[in-house]
Nanobody, 122 residues
Framework: VQLQASGGGLVQAGGSLRLSCAAS????????MGWFRQAPGQERSFVAA????????QHADTVKGRFTVSRDNAENTVYLQMNSLKPEDTAVYYCAATLTGPTRDVTRYIYWGQGTLVTVSS
């Protein structure tokens, strides 16, 4: 599976962005998908994850109520809707795929996209 993340950019605090992650390959629907982010000088951290059916969804406490993960298996795409953005959300956002079910454990993900930069100005 090859993953291509897009949708990042510069936005003011309080604004919104929607990230997309397009997957190649016919087996996309087998994978649970996750979003992670990495700010400069920090480790990659969990943001959200969704099962292959979309019926098991997890969000990090830091984004709960503001971010929403979703997927469209027919389009081989997973999304991250980000609302009420804060300067501390500034990071490179990565999508990733795992066969083990949605998880916060970064080591469980076997395929990674290249990342898309989100910058939130105050």
């Amino acid at each position: 599976v090859q993953l291509q993340a897009s949708g990042g950019g510069l936005v003011q605090a309080g604004g919104s962005l929607r990230l997309s992650c397009a997957a190649s390959g016919r087996t996309f629907s087998r994978y649970s998908m996750g979003w992670f982010r990495q700010a400069p000088g920090q480790e990659r951290s969990f943001v959200a994850a969704i099962s292959w059916r979309g019926d098991n969804i997890q969000h990090a406490d830091t984004v709960k109520g503001r971010f929403t993960v979703s997927r469209d298996n027919a389009e081989n795409t997973v999304y991250l809707q980000m609302n009420s953005l804060k300067p501390e959300d500034t990071a490179v956002y990565y999508c990733a795929a795992t066969l083990t079910g949605p998880t916060r454990d970064v080591t469980r993900y076997i395929y990674w996209g290249q990342g898309t930069l989100v910058t939130v100005s105050s």
